[in-house]
């Protein structure tokens, strides 16, 4: 007869903060069998994961629209400046910082625009904007993991939203698109940095 040897790991915390585990005595059998679980690869989307160097780019894991459109409205005569709005998802274990590191005029011009900015919403730490006319740069977007934790082992679940939507807005010059048509093509470039399991920024050694 064969006995089946398994280790139980007992979550809860006993004597004084040891876990314990258990395991079957073999007495009087010749053979065991042990049940093994094994971790292969990476996954991020797993918060305790094991095989990943924190603020590794391999963190990295989110959902965005690679295709963005603003325009100006009718009811404005043109003057104003909107998009539909455009999701960002974090799928990742890690919390993510999103940054706009780059806007740059692909064909066009902008010279009869008079603001232009990208702006997110719901995020932990109020909405952003990026001034897109004059361009800068600049921290956009932190969001939480997809648990809805930065600090994955001291918050709780859906502390942090770990998705957010973002619009274009502006104004062009007073009355200048009233008889006109122009098109514009742009590339947004976003960064995103991985922060580490407890929603800090990983500074290189």
Known sequence: ??????VLMISSILFGGIISAHGAEINGEDSASITVNGTLGQDNEDENGPN???GSKDWINVTLDTANIFYTTKESNHADITSPEY?????SGRGVKITVNDFSLNSGNLDNVDSLSISSKDTFDGAKSVDLKTFNGGEFITLGNNQGKLDVEA?????????TTYTYSGK???D????KAEKTTHTLTL???ALDKNGHSVVAP
């Not at 200048?176 to 008889?179: L, N």
């Open 172 to 174: 062009t010059k007073s």
């Open 191 to 193: 960064g995103f940095e």
């Open 87 to 91: 999701k960002i998802t974090n799928n």
């Open 1 to 6: 007869m064969k006995k089946t040897l398994s």
């Open 176 to 179: 200048y698109y009233k008889s």
């Open 155 to 163: 918050d709780g679940v859906s502390t942090y939203k770990n998705e």
């Open 52 to 54: 990943i160097e924190e």
